[in-house]
């Protein structure tokens, strides 16, 4: 898997966390999943299919970044991770996935997409099964880090 | 979403944890998630996608179904829940679409799997993101409970 599978996704969140909730992701360097491990509070999974490539997304927060989040998207401050802010991790994932489909596909890689799932539950961690390489983006905001984690088999 | 649509993954899991890990697994009713949440401290999740129909399969296990399972399918007792686990979980989860997909394709839907996830972190709750209906089927085992969660928009 190479930068061209990476870089629809890293556009498409930093875009829609900018338009959607006014918040600046900055992207660190991806790197390849081996003892690294995203941990998180709240995350949303999506399942990518089709003839040439499957996959998979998963975007983690931590709880203080997910609230700014929530709270920039529904202009009033939110104090709690409950299943409103689910549907709103398994709706931004969905967003993102769908953007960079759409770059994905101007590259002739054709795909469909799956149902969101979204996980509430402090400090679990997230994990891919796939015969290939992981890769982790940590993106950092003014209100702390999260991660999203691709995979994709040829 | 109808029972053609349930019967598959029922069967599907309840062979392959017959056959891979000897334990009977007995389905419960399943029933409209609602309030229900499926709840546990591993889950398994997959994507499916396709021309007719989209959706989401996620089993979550308690730690002491799960430890079990493990014992039975490595033949030696495990007492963690650690990356191995959620590899076995991630390839359970494989199965088990991947035998719902042949018995679908006989009543003729076509879907491609995506790449599975697993989630690793103590009462962690699942919900799907859909606008179709979300179907759990809870288990009972001679070690506790788990839960199949089924989400599809045609």
């Known amino acids: 898997m190479n930068v061209e599978f990476i870089n629809p996704f890293l556009k498409s969140i930093t875009n829609i966390l900018s338009v959607m909730a006014q918040t600046e992701a900055r992207a660190g360097r991806p790197v390849k999943k081996e003892d690294n491990v995203a941990m998180g509070d709240v995350t949303g999974i999506i399942g990518m299919a089709g003839q040439q490539a499957k996959g ?3 975007i983690t927060f931590t709880e203080p970044v997910i609230l700014h989040i929530a709270g920039q998207m529904l202009g009033e401050e939110v104090d709690e991770v409950d299943e ?3 549907d709103m991790v398994g709706e931004i994932t969905n967003m993102v996935t769908g953007g960079a489909k759409r770059l994905l596909s101007e590259q002739g890689y054709k795909f469909d997409m799956a149902v969101p799932t979204t ?3 402090k400090n679990h961690i997230v994990s891919h099964k ?3 390489p992981i890769i982790i983006i940590p993106f950092d905001t003014d209100s702390g880090k999260f ?3 691709v ?3 040829m």
């Open 119 to 121: 996980i509430l539950g």
């Open 56 to 58: 998979s997304l998963a």
């Open 151 to 153: 995979c994709f088999e």
């Open 147 to 149: 991660f999203v984690e």
């Open 130 to 132: 796939t015969s290939g």
């Open 84 to 86: 409103s802010i689910g």
